[in-house]
């Protein structure tokens, strides 16, 4: 976040002589309250400055990159998810390439009849099945899929940070964002891919810029 010079001299008042009134900076800097009041509020939204009711105000002494990264920590995965794209553990190969292509996904989520999660492939795994192979019709996806409980899943309110790191770890392209069922197996509500993740960061750039 850019800040104005008014802004700045805002934030070296209080520095100076916090607690202080709203009234106060605005005589020492010679305005009207009415005047000084969307600075203030932006600057008490942004986190550089914290008010108190009948007290004034107080530097929080943070950084914008200190302040940046404290939104990041605060996203949620139900913030970013995308709808997931499903197909039964009975699908063929053929019918598992044909919904990515459509679909225009990395990964796809697999289920048993029960629409509890199974297991996921990916690009790389139906391309590696359908190498040399002329009758992809007759290959069950379930052949070919990871299967759980070997898949990383999240939660739609766990920390979009900590699903990215365990994107990197893993080197995935894609989580399931689950929900437990009563059998102790999982429902599929939605997904998080790398786009979702560089989604965040942009939205959270034009945030700082606005």
């Known amino acids: 976040m850019e800040l104005t010079k008014r802004q ?7 520095k100076d002589h916090a607690p202080i009134t709203g009234e106060k900076i605005a005589d020492m800097l010679n305005l009207t309250r009415a005047t000084l009041r969307p600075d203030l509020a932006i600057l008490t ?4 400055l914290d008010a108190r009711p009948r007290v004034g105000y107080f530097y929080t002494g943070k950084t914008g990159s200190q302040l940046l990264t404290e939104k990041i920590k ?3 995965v139900h913030d970013f998810q995308s709808v997931p794209v499903v197909i039964q553990e009975s699908a ?3 019918d598992a390439i044909t919904t990515m292509f459509l679909e225009d996904v990395g990964t796809l989520f697999i289920v048993d009849k029960h629409s509890k999660l199974a297991g996921v492939v990916s690009r790389k795994d ?3 099945a359908s190498i040399g192979q002329k009758d992809l019709d007759n290959i069950p996806v379930n052949i070919i899929m990871t299967r759980m409980p070997n898949i990383a899943v999240c939660y739609r309110d766990d920390h979009l940070i900590d699903v990215a790191r365990r994107l990197i770890e893993r080197q995935i392209d894609a989580m399931p964002v689950v929900k437990k069922v009563n059998d102790n197996g999982f429902e599929v509500i939605g997904r998080v891919t790398k786009t979702n993740i560089t989604r965040a960061l942009v939205d959270l750039a034009v945030d700082e810029l606005i």
Do not use: C, N, T
């Open 74 to 76: 605060k996203i949620k």
């Open 8 to 14: 700045k001299q805002i934030l070296q008042i209080v």
């Open 92 to 94: 063929s190969v053929y």
């Open 45 to 48: 939204m942004a986190g550089f």
């Open 126 to 128: 139906l391309l590696r």
